[in-house]
């Protein structure tokens, strides 16, 4: 993509995460045209409308409530092979990321980032760099270095009480309301988080839920 786009859709039923798309993309693009959608049979309605223009950028979520974004990218892609799909997920996990991009996804961006990071990674499509979040890419490039991966530490043990504050960390609390749900500090709730991101090797809150997710903690289909 060589010029800024002009029209964008944005298909995400959470209202917090629209309006942080939303506020991306007019930082990245201030000109740009925003659609957007809050399920799947909206933007399929879209997308089946004879007169309805191809958008030059989708930004779209995979757990939608009426079904996966993988449906509308794949439907996106047979009517508009040109429209540039990025997936806006907390998942980075490969049953997720791997199913998107072979559906058309050609981006794939975390929702634990401010608004201007996403915009940054957006402004890169203008010089031909693929929307991808850091880590996303990281697990890219692990996906092919399978003797890095098998050669990994066995997963790090968490205890009771660190279990409990990841699994409301994965379900959206913030510190404060983990502090006050587990009638623990919030000094020391902080302190159980920095060791639970130190024993499992991750450094945010996407890679906190999607850890809590592989434990069980948190069902698979939250966003």
Same mark, same amino acid.
């Given at each position: ?6 029209l ?8 917090h ?9 007019? @930082? ?6 925003i #659609?957007?959608?809050d ?8 997308l089946?409308?004879?007169?309805t223009p191809?958008?030059? %950028?989708?930004l ?14 794949e ?15 907390? /998942?980075?996990?490969?049953? &997720?990321? /791997?199913?998107?991009? @072979? ?5 794939y ?7 201007e990071q996403?915009a940054?990674?957006? @402004?890169g ?12 890419? #990281?697990?890219? !490039?692990? &996906? /092919? ?7 990994a530490?066995p ?6 009480r660190?279990?409990?504050v990841?699994?409301? %960390?994965?379900?959206? /609390?913030?510190?404060a309301q ?8 919030? &000094? ?7 060791? %639970?991101?130190?024993? !499992?090797? %991750?450094?945010?809150?996407?890679e ?5 997710? #592989?434990r ?6 939250? &966003?």
């Open positions: 993509m060589t010029e800024a786009p002009r964008a859709w944005i298909v995400e039923d959470l209202p995460a629209r309006a942080w798309v939303s506020d991306a993309l007019t @930082r990245a693009f201030p000109d740009i045209e #659609r957007t959608a399920c799947l049979a909206a933007a399929m309605q879209w089946d409308a004879s007169a191809a958008p030059d %950028i989708a779209i979520d995979l757990g939608l409530p009426d079904g996966s974004g993988t449906q509308l990218i439907a996106m892609q047979r009517r508009w092979s040109g429209v540039l799909c990025v997936v806006s997920t907390v /998942f980075d996990d490969d049953a &997720h990321l /791997f199913p998107a991009l @072979r559906a058309g996804a050609q981006g961006v975390l929702k634990d980032q401010a608004a996403l940054e990674i957006l @402004r499509i203008l010089s031909g760099q693929p929307p991808l979040s850091p880590a996303v890419a #990281r697990r890219l !490039l692990k &996906h /092919f270095q399978p003797n890095l991966a098998q050669s530490p997963t790090e043990t968490l205890t009771p660190e279990t409990d990841l699994r409301l %960390i994965a379900k959206g /609390f913030t510190v983990v502090a006050a749900s587990l009638s623990l500090s919030p &000094h020391t709730t902080a302190g159980y988080v920095k060791d %639970i991101y130190r024993k !499992l090797s %991750i450094s945010s809150r996407a906190a839920t999607l850890e809590a997710t #592989r069980g903690l948190v069902d698979s289909g939250a &966003h």
